[in-house]
């Protein structure tokens, strides 16, 4: 059979999805994920105005021959635009084989490794005791892993804080539509001091393993903003409290300056999130730099393109930490699932649900229990989208902020 139609579909249940549905000439359906936040409309029009007419009557079944089609075929390589339209089309292609087997995509990929799929969840709090009630939150929830991002005195609101308040867990999202709810022209801006947060972050670790204990993973984002001397004193001073990763501690694009935080300090390091391409990690899995890889299957060409790259890094002994924010679609969150469960290397997943509106036009098969994600044993990927549900929510423009020192200087966010 072939690829007979090729829609993108844009949707803001409270905030911006882009998902391709593909379908087969003998109707059977497929779905991928292609947001790309506050980029998202760049992708949407990669995929129609570009891509969708060299889709139709293409086999759908030669899912490698159509990445590589798409891939070398661009002449222009990598980018996240180019890769996350790449990765709709291939977990489309996959969610299609899947449902020709009768299998979820997990059974294509080898099958289940583990029973379930741990899953970290998001802890804020503006202060201390914000922060110890939403552990505390998740801990009765049954999580074992927790991110733990907090406010920083004097600088207002952060990266990764909600400013909800204590009791409120599902709320934070980092892509801000204008203050009315509509549009929004222009990125928010938030301000930033390396120094402040050094100084303010490890006691706020040594109190959480006072408090919860030695049991808990505790994960934290350093979202790229130190340098790689700032963020070798940062993973060295936090050695004692024990932490299951710290993230994108530097920049991304300087796979070399992870050398300099190896070199003093054990911290497990996981770095990808903004990667899209293997050659991204080559050195950081070649000289073992990282521990985990975080890239999205959204953002990193797929399902295809993610499992050799996680297959790469097992060779070096490094595992998987999937990004999962919200936004990632519920599809792109499947793909992760079905992969984390299949892979040997599975490390742990990042888990942000989704809110109640975005659940009703993304319908999941998708379990939590006791801290554990499973997929779903539904043919495919488990994910199908209520086009009506969807056609209800009319794009909205977000951006995520800008973040700048405290004298003006833009600063990464
Ligand atoms: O800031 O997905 O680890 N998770 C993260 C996310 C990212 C957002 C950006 O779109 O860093 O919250
Ligand atoms: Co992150």
Not at 257 to 280: C, K, M, W
Not at 312 to 324: D, E, L, M, T
Not at 379 to 389: H, I, K, M, N, S
Request: glycine letters at 10%; charged letters at 20%; proline letters at 4%.
């Amino acid at each position: 059979m072939t690829i007979d139609l090729v829609d993108v579909n844009i949707t803001s249940p409270g905030r911006n999805f882009v998902t391709l549905k593909i379908t087969t000439s003998d109707g059977i359906v497929g779905w991928g994920d292609a947001t790309l936040n506050g980029r998202e409309l760049a992708v949407a029009s990669y995929l129609s105005d570009h891509l969708a007419s060299m889709l139709v009557g293409r086999d759908e079944d030669r899912i490698e021959d159509t990445w590589q089609y798409l891939y070398r075929g661009a002449y222009w390589r990598r980018g996240p635009v180019t890769m996350a339209a790449i990765a709709a089309v291939d977990m489309a292609l996959w969610d299609i084989k899947a449902k020709k087997a009768g299998m979820p995509l997990y059974q294509l990929l080898g099958g289940a490794s583990r029973d379930g799929v741990r899953v970290y969840a998001h802890a804020s709090g503006t202060d201390y005791a914000a922060l110890a009630n939403a552990i505390t939150g998740y801990e009765e929830l049954g999580f074992t892993a927790v991110r733990v991002q907090t406010g920083v005195p004097g600088l207002g609101q952060i990266y990764g804080v909600s400013s909800a308040g204590p009791g409120v867990r599902y709320d934070y999202e980092p892509a801000k539509r204008a203050a009315d709810g509509g549009a929004a022209e222009r990125p928010h801006e938030e301000n930033w001091d390396t120094r402040t947060y050094l100084s303010h972050m490890p006691g706020v670790f040594a109190r959480i393993r006072e408090d919860f204990g030695t049991g808990l993973r505790i994960l934290h984002d350093g979202h790229h903003r130190m340098s790689p001397i700032e963020a070798a004193r940062f993973a060295k001073d936090v050695e004692p409290y024990d932490l299951f990763w710290l993230e994108d501690c530097t920049p991304g694009e300087d796979q070399a300056a992870l050398r300099l935080v190896r070199q003093h300090s054990t911290t497990p390091l996981a770095i990808g999130e903004i990667f899209n391409s293997v050659y991204d990690y080559q050195t950081l899995i070649t000289e073992r730099l990282i521990d985990y890889v975080r890239s999205a299957v959204t953002h990193t060409g797929g399902i295809t393109a993610m499992k050799k790259l996680l297959d790469f890094a097992a060779v070096y002994g490094i595992r998987s930490g999937i990004h999962g924010p919200t936004d990632i679609s519920p599809v792109g969150m499947a793909a992760a699932l079905h992969l984390d469960l299949a892979i040997h290397n599975f490390g742990i997943q990042e888990y942000m649900p989704h809110n109640a509106e975005t659940l009703e036009v993304f319908r999941t098969s998708f379990t939590f229990d006791r801290g554990f994600l499973h997929p779903g044993d539904q043919p495919g990927l488990g994910v199908e989208l209520d086009e009506e549900a969807a056609a209800g929510h009319a794009y909205t423009k977000a951006y995520l902020p800008v973040n700048r020192l405290l004298d003006g200087t833009v600063h990464d966010w």
